[in-house]
């Protein structure tokens, strides 16, 4: 089994910054794409930013030059360093992980329970 567990959000006043971190734990043989999506009531989960395994990172137009995703690989976790927030950001983050549990398996996509940002004033 395969957990992720996501810490680091809350409220902040727009402009401000949060980081977010999503920990890998459980059975893991192998971790590939790491992920965070967002989202609001009534839409659909929008992917935020991914980074694969070697650190080659793909953003959302909307984050582009605001947010920051990294990994530790040897902790098995991954961050999103998020500057410059505005209310549009307000969202429940979601972090996701394609793992394989051992080496006989396939990796499936793994999520995580989710984290509330909100910025407001």
């Known amino acids: 089994q395969v957990q992720l567990v996501e810490s680091g959000g809350g409220l902040v006043q727009p402009g401000g910054s949060l980081r977010l971190s999503c920990a890998a734990s459980g059975s893991i043989f192998k971790i590939g794409d790491m992920g965070w999506y967002r989202q609001v009531p009534g839409k659909e989960r929008e992917l935020v930013a991914v980074i694969s395994s070697v650190g080659s990172a793909h953003y959302a137009s909307s984050v582009v030059g605001r947010f920051t995703i990294s990994r530790d690989n040897a902790k098995n976790t991954a961050y999103l360093h998020m500057d410059g927030l505005k209310p549009e950001d307000t969202a429940v983050y979601y972090c996701?992980?394609?793992?394989?549990?051992?080496?006989?398996?396939?990796?499936?996509?793994?999520w995580g329970q989710g984290t509330q940002v909100t910025v407001s004033s």
């Open positions: 996701n992980a394609e793992v394989a549990p051992s080496y006989r398996e396939a990796p499936s996509h793994y």
